[in-house]
């Protein structure tokens, strides 16, 4: 074994809670060094972007059939990012105010940001390489220059860069940090997805491509801009047809300038160092290795609001209303299916374990929705010998056990009751020494934005039907890999915990709608 996969090994392991501990941190919240949520280059060209709310944008249910492409326009780019990575609303209370956004984050810190590289559009003679500032919804200008790359792409094709700031999930979470950031950048990557399916385009991550391109191709190399390590995730293409997810981004690297404009703003007054995440960020920065393409999710819907609707009122529950949860066999299996398909076009490795609570006409159980049926006999196998394996009304949902699991999923999540009070519970169970070993560390990041996507999906799907999800980074690992699954090895590990449910609203905090004063 490599060191890269040594080093991710001990980092997973190192960073599981436990009842006997959690994974460290500072222990208090350091309000002096709250990192700035909102990330700006001083000194770059800001082209502001026109608002979205007015446009009309298709219903939900029908975001999965072929729409007609809207041409590449200033306002076609700003409704894609507006509803994909900007604000959807301002919460405050108690004298206090903050941003909600349309992707979701962990602990709502937003270590992701987006660059777009776009052909010559919007009035600009040039290619351009750009950062979007969610907090006045504008665009960066950081780089123009000439090339001939975008010939190569389909008509009106362009990229998009995702990159991390770890530093402003570890402020708060600390070593566990390096996880949550990576699910936020799969949180992203479905919230541009979703956002552009309502124009008709397709987006797709770029697989042949190298952390170290993506820093060059954005800018992230050149490090006397930045005061904080910002590290690059992944590159999409969005089209308006489905794009091959290889590229020669040579022609586009070679004509790149050597500096580019503007500042990155610092975000903090001083860091606290954790030196387990600046190795696991090395390990895992190796080249991906591609791997075999399937077909993306086309789901089948009800019909429901508008598409906008759903992305805007998006939002992350921290109380659920444990009597008004209880949700319909037909809400549960939508939730499912919208998931249960690849929604990245790569093969699935993540599966849902479910505590069911208050479904109708299902007892309240574990059950397990198998999303990929070649790991089917494998998880007989690894699990525990007294699980039922009984097929239910949904292809590829198991009932193992039946049981009152409310008290067990609440433990599990850190002893959070929204685990326990809402329709039910799950956790993200992915396929992982097997997957590392034969892709190399880069694929432990895959993983966890795979269970993001997952999650993002879940959030959009929940609103869509009247319903709440959050996402649960915090979970005592072995607890469920262990005691409730049975594994006595690594083969499997649960990832990412999520509940859905009816959320109770809290009329103490005030919502006023986003970009008033813009």
Known sequence: MNKELQTVFHYHETTKHSQKRYAKSLGYMDWATQPDPFRIYKGAKNIALPLSFDNPTPPYSLLDEDLPAAPLLKES????????????????????????????????????????????????????????????????????????????LEDESFLIALSSIAWREAWKYGERAFRYVQLDAGHAWQAFVVSAKM?????????????????????????????????????????????????????????????????????SPS??????????????????????????????????????????????????????????????????????????GKENAAHLAIFVHRVEEYAQGFYLHVRNQK????????????????????????????ADFTKASKTISCNQDIASDGAFSLGMICRYSKELLAYNAHRYKELYWECGMIGQQLYLEATSLGLSGTGIGCFLDDLMNVNVLGLKNNIYQSMYHFTVGVGYVDSRIQTTPPYQKI
């Open 77 to 152: 780019i700003s409704q894609l990012l507006q509803f994909s990575m900007g604000i959807a609303a301002w919460k405050s209370s108690g004298g206090s105010s903050w941003a909600v956004r349309c992707n979701a984050s962990s602990g709502n810190l937003h270590p992701t940001e987006s660059y777009l590289i776009l052909p010559p559009v919007m009035g600009n003679d040039k290619c351009t390489v750009s950062h979007y500032a969610p907090k006045n919804h504008a665009l960066e200008v950081l780089a123009a220059f000439e090339t001939d790359f975008f010939n190569t």
């Open 199 to 267: 124009l008709g385009w397709k987006v797709t991550r770029v697989d042949n491509v190298s952390d170290e391109q993506i820093a060059k191709i954005v800018g992230l190399d050149q490090e006397n801009r930045f005061f904080e390590d910002e590290k690059p995730d992944m590159l999409l293409i969005v089209s308006k047809e489905e794009p091959s997810p290889s590229l020669d981004l040579t022609p586009l690297i070679k004509a790149l300038p050597q500096t580019y404009e503007g500042i990155a703003n610092k975000l």
């Open 271 to 344: 860091m606290y160092e954790w030196e387990i995440i600046d190795a696991v960020e090395q390990a895992t920065s190796l080249m991906q290795i591609p791997q075999a393409e399937t077909k993306k999710c086309k789901v089948i819907r009800e019909p429901s609001r508008e598409s906008k609707e759903v992305v805007l009122n998006r939002r992350s529950i921290h109380v659920m209303d444990k009597e008004k949860s209880k949700i319909s066999k037909e809400q549960f299996h939508t939730l499912l299916k919208s998931v249960d398909c690849s929604l990245d």
């Open 375 to 402: 790991d089917l006999q494998e998880f007989k196998k690894e699990f525990h010998e007294t699980f039922l394996w009984r097929k239910t009304d949904f292809e590829n949902l198991y009932l193992l056990e039946i």
